[in-house]
Each structure stands twice: as structure tokens, then as C-alpha cells.
């Protein structure tokens, strides 16, 4: 069974190696010295890795086959250092590139999550959280890999090649050549090889993320899969994901295995057509036996690094396939989510977003969440400074959009929000979400203690946490856990009652002490008892606030200077509670409906 | 009800006794006992890892072969009138030797690796088969990133040992044994000297290992932290809008990625030497043979044949004793990983099906509760509730926050541990009914509706197997969800967004209830399903319900009084209590808190009348 969701393939274009790596130096940048210092480092630890063979051909030719023992010892005294050499240059270039790639990681996560802040709240509606974390973890540390095993690695490579082939060709120009005919061969493996894996590893990680995005969803409803004894089904459904993500790998495997296996035998074959000419040659005395051993020693060493080249390869390709998701991520910016900023003064000397609000002015305002679904249709609405505004109305009539819409967690399609004539798209993000102050409809609460749940880490918020649980009434249950304020809460509060965590969530508002306070359908799912607290300590905190109210309880409402009653995205009514009762229309309807006993 | 226990609802909340997360700092000795698990895992797939094993004993054979071709041949160019072959001929027999060597190779490698492969699959559909056994008392005490962590990052640690990490070790025995032994056969005694140095620097790799295995943990740590950190902040993504608290939670990220920095740099300062150290054991190696060796070929006492041959060899060995440190660290961290994983394989949830299930296929729906206690830590959360509820009877609970309503209704389908002889449906003890049989039976609306990414069709089609389009639209008629799902642009097949973003909490509500609807369940319990709806709908669905109650026993909670008052029987709960019980005339006339209550919702519709 496909459920075809979001979580599905996602499997990108074309790879386009050669931008994502020259994007990726960018990560490099502040760190350009230390890479230096490992490039540098490269050709000391390359020379004292190709003199030892060419040490052990003049022990062999000037001293073992002339039964000389003098001399050999200072031979094994340069050796000695060559081996202290490279291992002191290996470890200091191998620490050099962890601590780079360490840091360059460190960064990478840092940009990821930053953009992660600045994307709209209707990115989430659209991104599975599971992919989103893949993309912070899982697809950075394959970056990590990368400079274990690639790059600057490579290039060390390179130079060792290199270094082989021009002392090869020094020691003997017709054997180097003879030996170098297997490397069309290699090319040409290698370049088919290439091709094939990049599919692959694409299609691996994707499906991957489909994998972890399913397992994330599913961990997330267990209650329900539980309740309706669909065990069964939810793992036929993982087993196929994950059939699907093992079949993925298994062609990656045997292509990596024939590279490996293919390099192994060539530089065997090597080794068999130096001894078939190198032997030739030695019977007619135009290569010395220690010019043979040497030649076996070097062509050993030219493969070994070309041997891991598959691995590296692999380790390469996942990192491309890595590198365009985090940067198809970081160019995910489809809606400007803020001018940074402010406007120059305006009229009033004044600048945006600035000074008391005295006006709040919605103007055929249309809204959708997708294509052209209008939950909002030219919506008009003027709340003043101080004033309590209710909207009413059905589920979906669009209440709880219209105050989205002010707070900006979603932008408007048509039509313009205003603050004394400025809109608030003109007005910088955190500036306008300063102001206003936002009870949600699902509380949402963080790991950690109560008293960050309501302060959020806000230094002036955590002064008046204890009065904003009293205003709201949440203090005296706070007061009743065994570590009062530095109660942990646990992964999304389940260890506070529904009413528990909307009370800390009130708190959270009137600790920020906002000047516009936008209330989402609060006083939902609390007992009478509850409510009344709260009701009282709404309305100390609303005095002198400008409050946007949305409300499915009527009883709510009745402090409110006016009420507005929307119906499928229009306004249909405005008034005052009397005023809207006595002209008996839909506000009285609803009202009838609740209380009509 | 000022100040009582029930208001600790979070206090104590969900430490129900299970073994400690907290794990004893490692040891290399426990990698044994936490590879254990994995160990059965191969002997299930023993003929692959034996295959697999044969095809290592081709490849390296041909491998060892190449040195003593080489040897023959020295010999040969150094005696060309005694040699009995041209070097032609052994040149042909090393190609010879090499093509057969890739070729098993590749055979080597797809057989060990797939059946890593296929063995991290097994697992990690061990792995979901677990999650879909355990209780909610265990996710509520396990964060979902950490949990996902496990799933990724640990099971590919674990993949990498059984896979590369057997391979090698394989390949590293064989080649050590074989190479050692020939390298016997040519001079024993310069074998001795040769290979001095790699007990050396065995030992030192393993004390290097050893503090990798720690540090390695503490990555993985580490690094299940940040997961969770970013799975958190993007689940609360709108309130971290609404607070602006972005940089906040950047902030609160960079610490975190930095301590994650911090560990990673841990293990780097070990592996970056590592590899030298190892490196230079092959190297010093072949220092000692070119000296001592030297001498004796010049000595007359070893040929250059033996020499070359000899020097081959040693050189087999480097590479897997390089190989090695880096086994090692896989193994530290595969153990490490696998410990995290057996830490979810072993972990035993409270709600389990019964030892010896009662014969019970369906049930009719009557409830009992017989003196039953409930505690989510050590203070009793729900206390004394004894009740007898008929098949088709409509109870209301009633109370105030943390009353214990939402505790009492979860306790029946058994989604929180229920003490034997407590709970009994059509008489029988409900631990003792399979939890199939159990939960096919109860249509369990929960408070807060958690609907799939899928489509808003498959997400009422959830409540039963292979409804129909026809069920799911009577089920979406019921909940009054029809009209709403007509809006929207493709209908039935609408994707509804992750956990159901796209939808308004009132039509996740009432998905939700369509949902339950459908499963047609005998017993019916909505925990305060009408939340997020207003007055109108609520209306709408509490008219459209009643007519599908039937002769179903229906369980409602609330605090909105006026939705339970055509209830048969309403409970008023107060700390975890009964504090009252009957029907609403009758607790009107009793004059308690549920009468004030009342008196008091309608005083205040009376003045909004006014």
C-alpha cells in the first residue's frame, strides 16, 4: 500500500558536482589557513612516503647483491627518519582535516537551523520533520566522512601518484610505459563506475528520508496505531520502506565491489608485466634486481591509494548527494519572511512598528493556505488601541487564520494588514511579533523547566514569570510540583494535563507583556473553575491591551468591546454583544446553539 | 478545590518503574556482552558468512601466491641456467593468479556486504516491531529524536561492524596466519625480528581504543541530543514565530552543536594516531628486514628470492594492521550502538497481552471498575472509582483539571498499565482479554486528535481495514466532517499535512471522531473530543452522534456540563475521586458541585440574555 505523502520521493535534478563543491569551499573560507597549512603539509609526507622504496632498491643493488654491509646501516638510519617523517606529518595532517571538517560541520548545522528560524511558519505545513532533522544530522555527518576519507585526501593522493609516475619514469622509461598500459583500463572503469553510483546514492538517500520520515510520523501517533490495532499495517508499510531503502544499497555494494576488486587485479597484472619485461631486462643486464623490487614496491603503493579511490568515490558521491539536499534546504526561501530593516521615518517623524498602535486595520484582506482555497475573502476589520475585538463564528470560517495573518506566521495574498497606516509587511519581522503577544491553540511546551516554558530563555520574561502564573492563575499549581518552577517538563509537556499546559501557555503571553494580545480559542478544553481564573486574569492583562480574540464559548467574550462574527472568510456581523443579539442574525444563532437549554 | 494531590498531575507524572536510561560508563569488556545479540544475528545467516568466509580464502590465496611467484622468478633471473621456467611464464602465472583473486573478490565482498545489509534490515524491523509493541508510558518517556537517532545514526554503526568490520577481521586473520606461516617457512627467525613491532602497537591501539569506546559513546550522545533539539524546535515551529524566540533557539543550538563539536574532536585527537602508529608498524617491519635480511642475503644464509618474497609478505601485513585500529574504533562504536539499540530491543512494556487471554471474541460493552487505583508515579492519581456500567448506557464524567477524567477513560483501553481485578468489561478482567479483542472493541476518541500525512480520506479509512469510499463518507457524515471535506480541492484525497497542520483544529477533531465512528466499536469514549469547535458544531455532531450511539455504551468527558446532560449516568470527578454520581436530574437535586456548576454556566447564559 503506497500512501503516496509527503514523505514520498523527493529524488532531485541533475547533480552539478563541480557547484555544489565550489559552494561548499565557500564553508572553507574562514578556515583557508588551515587548510593551507594541511596542503603544505602534503608534499613533505608524500616524499618521505615514495623514498623508502628507492632506499630499499640501493640497499638491495649497492649493498645485499654486492655483499657489501657497509653503508647499510646509515641506510637504515634514513629509513628510520622517513618512517618518523611520515607519521608525524600524517597525524598532524589527518588531525588538521578532522578539526576543519569538525568545525566546517559545526557551521554547515548552524546555517541549516538559522534558515530553519527564518522560514515561514507554512514551510512546516509542507516539510516533514523527519527530513528536516535527516538533513541537520544524518546529511551533515556524511560531510564529516568526506574529509576523513576525500578532498584534501585526495589531493595528498594525487600528488603521491604523481610522484610515483615521475620516479618510475626516471628509473626506467620503457618499463614505466609498459606497466602504465593497464591505466586506460582504470579510466575507464573509473568513469563507468562514476555514472552508476551517482544514481544510486542518490536514490539511496531518498530513500532514506522517506524511511525516516515515516518512522518520525509514526512514533509521533503510536497511541492511535495502537488504539486501532494497526500494528500490522503501519509495519507492513515500514517493511516495504525499508525493503525499498535496503534494495537501494545493494547495487551500490556490488558496483563498489567490482571497483575494488577490478583495481586490485590491475595492479596485479602489473606486478605480473613488470616481472615478464622487468625479468627480460634483468637477464640482459639493463635493470638492476633492487630497480625491480623497487618498481613492484611502487606500483603496489600507486594502486593502494586508487584501491580506497571506490571507497572515497562512495564517500564522495554521498556527500554530493548530501551537499545538494542541506543546499536545496538553504535555498528554500520562497516567502520573504522579513525586511530586516526598518523603514526610513515616516510621515509622523515616526518610525514603523514604533510608539503605540493606535489602529489596526485589515482591509480585504484574501487568504490561502493552498492554491486558491480562500479561507479568508476580502475580510475588512479596524480594532483600536485598547480595544477587545471577538471573533466568532464557525471551525474553519478562517478566525484562527485572520490571526496568523496579524502576527505574520502566513502573509496575505491580497489586500493589506495596517498599523496606523503602516503595513505590517513594511514593519521588520521581530519588531511587529514583539508587540504581539499570542496564546496558540495547541500549547505547545519545550523540554525543559516550567519556568523556561513560560520565559522561553527571555531575560525580561523570566523576571515575571511568578506574577504571569498568578495573573493567569497558573501559580498554584505550579506551586503544588515537587520542584515548583524548575519542574521539568517533559517531550511536548506530557506529563502536564491538557488545562495545565494551556494555563502555562497564558502565562508564557503575559510574561512578554505584549501591547496587542492575540488569544486562539484559549479558554478551550478548561473546566468552569479553571476558566473563571483564567478569565479573571485575562482580564487584568487585557486592560490596556489591544486583544484579538478568537472565541467558540461565547461566555468568553462578554467582556469584549465588540464582536465580529465571520462566516465561511467574510465578516457577516459586527456589534456589540446586545447589538448582535438584537438583530437576531447568525451571532444570535450560534448563541442560541450553546446555550439553549 | 484549592490545593490537593491531583493537581501533581505532572509532578509524578509517567516515572513508572523501569530500568534507568543512564548507562554504566563503558568498558571495553562489555563490547562482548553488547555484541552478543549481534552474534546471533550471524549464526542465523551462518551459511552466508561462511560463504562468505570461502570466497575470502580464495581471494587471499591467490593474494599469497603472488609473493612466492615472485620468489621462483628472482630465483630464476638470478640463476637463469638452473631455472626451470622463463620469467615469462611466471609473469603469466601471477596474472593468472590475479585475475582469479578479483574475481572472487567481488564474490567476497557482495556476499559479506548484502548480508549486512540484510542483517541491519532484520534489525530495524526488529526495531519498529518493538516501537509497535511498546506502551505510552514509554514514549512519553523517550524523545522522539532520540529515538529516530537510534534508528540512523546507531543502526549504521552497527551495519559497518557486521559488514566492513567482519570482512575485515576475516580478511586480517587469514592474511595473518597464512603470511605468517609462509614467512616461517622462508626464515623463522628474521619472521621473529620482523614482527616485533606489531605486538607494540596492538597494545598501544588498544588502550587508545578503549578511550574511543567512551568518547564515542558520548558522540552518539551527543548527537541524539541535537537531533531532538531540532525536532523539537521544528514541531514547535509556530510558538518559536510567535515569541520571536528564533534567535533564542539558535542560540540554544549552538551550545549544543558546539558540545557536539567538542566530542567529535574527542575522538579525532585519538584517530589521528592511529593510523601512524599502525602505519609504522609495517614500515619498521620492513626496516628490520631490509637490515637483518640484507645481512643474511649477503651473508649467504637467505636468497634474494626468499628476500623479495619475504619482503612481500610483510608488506600483505601492513595493510591489515592498519585496517585494525580502525576495526577496533568500528567495534567500539558498533558496541556503543548496539547497546542503544538493544537498550530499545530489550526494553518491556507495562501493557502487554496476556499470558493466558480469556476466550473472549467480542464484547458487548459492559464496564466495571472494582475499587480501581491508578498512579502515573507514587501518589495515587485516580483512587476508590467502583462503578458498574451497563451495555448501552451513556455516561458523562464531569470535573475540573487533573481531576483524573482523562486517566479514568485512557485505563480502559489499557493505554496506561491497569492493576489486575480492577477493571472488568462483560465481566472479565481486562488484562486478561488480548488487546486486539480489547481495542477493536473501544472507539477511543483522544483529546488531542493526531492525524497521519496521508490523505484526510486514509486518515478515516484508519479506523477499520479496507473500508470502502461509501463507509468513510457515512463515518465523515457523522462527525459532520462531509461538508467541510467537500471544500476542499480533492476532496477525500486532500493530503492533510504533517500530524494534520493543514487542517483547523475543529476538523482534526471531528477526523478524529470519524475515525472512531468507523471502527464501529461496542464501546465509545470520547475524551473531550469538542474542544476546538464551537458552538454550532458541536451541536451538529452531538446531534448526528446521538442517532449512532444505538445500543453502544458511550463514555463522555467533559466539563461542558450542557453536553453531557442527556447522559444516563454522569460522574463527577475530583482528585482522582467520585465525588458524585447519577443522572443530571438527579445530581441537580443532590445540590453539589455538580449543581453549582451548572447553576453557575447558566447564570451566565441567563445574563448574556439579558
Known amino acids: 500500500m503506497h500512501y503516496g505523502g509527503i514523505y514520498e520521493d523527493e529524488i532531485v535534478g541533475k547533480a552539478y558536482d563541480r557547484r555544489l563543491m565550489g559552494r561548499f569551499v565557500g564553508y572553507l573560507r574562514p578556515y583557508r589557513w588551515l587548510v593551507a597549512v594541511t596542503l603544505i603539509l602534503l608534499p613533505p609526507m608524500a616524499a618521505a612516503r615514495l623514498a623508502q622504496p628507492y632506499l630499499l632498491k640501493i640497499a638491495i643493488d649497492n649493498h645485499i647483491v654486492k655483499g657489501e654491509m657497509e653503508g647499510l646501516p646509515l641506510l637504515a638510519g634514513w629509513f628510520i627518519l622517513l618512517i618518523l617523517a611520515e607519521s608525524l606529518f600524517t597525524y598532524a595532517q589527518v588531525w588538521l582535516l578532522q578539526y576543519v571538517g569538525q568545525k566546517v560541520m559545526f557551521d554547515l548545522r548552524l546555517a541549516l537551523f538559522s534558515h530553519v528560524q527564518r522560514m515561514p511558519a507554512s514551510f512546516f505545513d509542507r516539510t516533514p520533520t523527519g527530513s528536516l532533522v535527516t538533513r541537520l544530522t544524518s546529511d551533515v555527518e556524511v560531510l564529516g566522512e568526506m574529509f576523513a576519507a576525500g578532498i584534501i585526501t585526495i589531493v595528498g593522493d594525487i600528488m603521491v601518484l604523481a610522484g610515483i609516475i615521475g620516479i618510475m619514469l626516471w628509473m626506467n622509461l620503457k618499463l614505466s610505459l609498459i606497466t602504465f598500459s593497464v591505466l586506460p583500463l582504470l579510466v575507464w572503469v573509473a568513469f563507468t563506475f562514476r555514472r552508476r553510483m551517482r544514481e544510486a546514492f542518490r536514490q539511496v538517500r531518498a530513500r532514506l528520508a522517506n524511511l525516516n520520515a515515516f518512522l518520525a510520523e509514526s512514533i509521533g501517533g503510536m497511541a492511535v496505531v495502537q488504539l486501532f490495532n494497526r500494528q500490522a499495517r503501519e509495519r507492513e508499510e515500514f517493511t516495504r520502506l525499508n525493503a525499498a531503502y535496503r534494495d537501494a544499497n545493494l547495487p551500490v555494494i556490488s558496483w563498489d565491489a567490482a571497483l575494488y576488486a577490478l583495481v586490485e587485479t590491475l595492479s596485479s597484472i602489473a606486478v605480473g608485466i613488470i616481472v615478464w619485461y622487468g625479468g627480460g631486462e634483468i637477464l640482459q643486464g639493463a635493470l638492476t634486481f633492487g630497480a625491480l623490487v623497487a618498481f613492484i614496491q611502487y606500483i603496489e603503493k600507486f594502486f593502494s591509494p586508487i584501491r580506497d579511490l571506490s571507497a572515497k568515490y562512495s564517500v564522495m558521491q554521498g556527500a554530493m548527494a548530501a551537499l545538494e539536499r542541506i543546499f536545496n534546504l538553504l535555498d528554500n526561501d520562497h516567502l520573504p519572511s522579513s525586511k530586516e530593516s526598518p523603514l526610513p521615518s515616516g510621515e509622523g517623524g515616526r518610525r514603523p512598528g514604533e510608539g503605540p498602535i493606535e489602529r489596526i486595520q485589515f482591509r480585504d484582506v484574501w487568504f490561502a493556505y493552498s492554491g486558491d482555497d480562500y479561507v479568508l475573502k476580502g475580510f475588512d476589520l479596524t480594532i483600536r488601541r485598547g480595544e477587545t475585538v471577538a471573533l466568532v463564528g464557525e471551525t474553519g470560517g478562517g478566525k484562527t487564520t485572520v490571526t496568523r495573518l496579524l502576527s505574520r506566521l502566513y502573509d496575505t495574498q491580497r489586500g493589506s494588514i495596517s498599523f496606523d497606516d503602516t503595513d505590517i509587511r513594511d514593519i521588520p519581522l521581530k519588531t511587529l511579533r514583539a508587540r504581539i503577544g499570542v496564546v496558540l491553540q495547541d500549547p505547545y511546551l519545550f523540554t525543559g523547566s516550567i519556568e523556561f516554558n513560560i520565559s522561553l530563555g527571555d531575560e525580561n520574561a523570566r523576571r515575571r514569570v511568578e506574577e504571569a502564573a498568578r495573573i493567569v492563575g497558573a501559580d498554584r499549581f505550579i506551586r503544588q510540583l515537587p520542584n515548583s518552577y524548575r519542574e521539568e517538563v517533559r517531550e511536548r509537556g506530557v506529563n502536564l494535563s491538557a488545562g495545565e499546559r494551556q494555563l502555562i501557555s497564558f502565562a508564557r503571553a503575559v510574561a512578554f507583556d505584549p501591547e496587542i494580545l492575540v488569544l486562539d480559542e484559549a479558554t478551550a478544553s478548561i473546566d468552569t473553575a479553571s476558566e473563571r481564573l483564567i478569565q479573571e486574569g485575562l482580564r487584568g492583562l487585557m486592560a490596556g491591551r489591544t486583544s484579538l480574540v478568537v472565541a467558540h464559548r461565547l461566555s468568553t467574550i462578554q467582556d469584549a468591546d465588540r464582536i465580529v462574527v465571520i462566516h465561511r472568510g467574510e465578516k457577516m456581523e459586527e456589534g456589540s454583544h446586545q447589538e448582535l443579539l438584537a438583530k437576531r442574525g447568525l451571532y444570535y444563532r450560534l448563541y442560541q446553539l450553546q446555550f439553549r437549554d | ?610
Request: glycine share 8%; aromatic share 8%; proline share 4%.
Open chain 2, 1 to 610: 478545590m484549592p490545593g490537593k494531590d491531583f493537581d501533581r498531575a505532572g509532578s509524578n507524572g509517567l516515572q513508572l518503574d523501569v530500568p534507568s536510561h543512564k548507562q554504566a560508563n563503558g568498558h571495553t569488556e562489555r563490547t562482548i556482552s553488547e555484541l552478543a545479540r549481534l552474534y546471533s544475528y550471524m549464526r542465523s545467516r551462518r551459511g552466508t558468512y561462511l560463504l562468505g568466509g570461502l570466497f575470502l580464502l580464495g581471494t587471499n590465496s591467490c593474494a599469497l601466491l603472488i609473493p612466492w611467484l615472485m620468489k621462483l622468478a628472482v630465483e630464476g633471473l638470478q640463476f637463469p641456467l638452473k631455472a626451470p621456467h622463463s620469467p615469462a611464464y611466471y609473469a603469466l602465472l601471477i596474472i593468472a593468479a590475479a585475475l582469479l583473486q578479483g574475481t572472487i573478490r567481488i564474490f567476497s565482498r557482495t556476499t559479506l556486504l548484502h548480508a549486512a545489509r540484510r542483517i541491519e534490515f532484520q534489525l530495524r524491523e526488529e526495531l519498529y516491531a518493538k516501537l509497535l509493541a511498546l506502551d505510552l508510558p514509554y514514549f512519553s518517556r523517550e524523545r522522539t529524536g532520540d529515538i529516530l537517532s537510534r534508528f540512523t545514526n546507531d543502526l549504521t554503526n552497527v551495519r559497518m561492524l557486521m559488514g566492513f568490520g567482519v570482512l575485515n577481521v576475516i580478511n586480517t586473520v587469514i592474511i595473518y596466519v597464512a603470511a605468517l606461516f609462509l614467512m616461517v617457512r622462508l626464515s623463522p627467525s628474521l619472521t621473529a625480528f620482523a614482527i616485533i613491532p606489531f605486538p607494540l602497537m596492538i597494545l598501544i591501539v588498544k588502550r587508545l581504543s578503549a578511550s574511543m569506546f567512551r568518547r564515542s559513546k558520548r558522540a552518539q550522545e551527543e548527537l541524539a541530543r541535537l537531533s531532538s533539539h531540532v525536532e523539537e524546535n521544528v514541531s514547535a515551529a509556530t510558538v518559536v514565530r510567535a515569541y520571536c524566540r528564533e534567535d533564542a533557539q539558535i542560540e540554544e543550538f549552538r551550545e549544543v552543536n558546539g558540545r557536539y563539536l567538542e566530542s567529535n574532536m574527542g575522538m579525532a585527537r585519538l584517530r589521528g594516531w592511529m593510523i601512524p602508529v599502525m602505519a609504522s608498524a609495517g614500515a619498521f617491519g620492513t626496516l628490520i628486514v631490509l637490515f637483518l635480511g640484507g645481512s643474511r642475503v649477503i651473508a649467504g644464509t637467505l636468497t634474494l628470492g626468499d628476500f623479495v618474497a619475504f619482503n612481500g609478505y610483510l608488506a600483505m601485513l601492513i595493510w591489515p594492521t592498519i585496517v585494525m585500529g580502525w576495526i577496533l574504533n568500528l567495534m567500539q562504536r558498533g558496541a556503543a550502538s548496539m547497546s542503544r539499540l538493544n537498550h530499545v530491543l530489550d526494553a518491556s512494556g507495562t501493557v502487554t497481552d496476556p499470558a493466558e487471554p480469556a476466550p473472549v471474541e467480542r464484547l458487548r460493552g459492559e464496564i466495571e471498575f472494582r475499587n480501581l487505583a491508578f498512579s502515573y508515579g507514587e501518589e495515587p492519581f485516580l483512587a476508590d472509582i467502583s462503578l458498574a456500567i451497563r451495555p448501552g448506557m451513556k455516561v458523562g464524567i464531569a470535573g475540573p483539571v487533573g481531576s483524573g477524567k482523562s486517566s479514568l477513560v485512557r485505563l480502559i483501553p489499557r493505554l496506561y498499565p491497569v492493576a489486575d481485578g480492577q477493571i472488568f468489561l462483560d465481566g472479565i478482567d481486562v488484562n486478561r482479554i488480548p488487546l486486539v479483542t480489547l481495542r477493536n472493541a473501544i472507539g477511543f476518541v483522544p483529546q488531542e486528535s493526531f492525524l497521519f500525512s496521508r490523505s484526510i480520506g486514509d486518515n478515516i479509512g484508519y479506523g477499520k481495514e479496507g473500508a470502502g469510499a461509501g463507509e468513510i463518507a457515512t463515518a465523515a457524515r457523522l462527525a459532520s466532517l462531509e461538508n467541510d471535506v467537500h471544500r476542499f480541492p480533492d476532496g477525500y484525497d486532500t493530503l492533510v499535512g504533517e500530524r494534520g497542520v493543514t487542517l483547523s483544529g475543529g476538523q482534526k477533531q471531528r477526523a478524529a471522531i470519524a475515525r472512531a465512528l468507523l471502527k464501529d466499536p461496542a464501546i465509545l469514549i470520547l475524551d473531550d473530543p469538542l474542544s476546538a469547535v464551537d458552538a454550532r458544531t458541536e451541536e451538529e455532531i452531538l446531534g448526528s452522534l446521538a442517532g449512532y450511539y444505538g445500543d453502544r455504551t458511550v463514555l463522555i468527558v467533559s466539563h461542558r456540563l450542557s453536553a453531557l446532560r442527556e447522559c444516563d449516568l454522569i460522574l463527577v470527578l475530583e482528585a482522582g475521586r467520585v465525588v458524585e454520581q447519577g443522572s443530571h436530574d438527579d445530581l441537580l437535586a443532590m445540590d453539589g458541585r455538580y449543581a453549582a456548576t451548572w447553576r453557575e454556566q447558566q447564570l451566565r447564559a441567563e445574563i448574556e440574555t439579558f
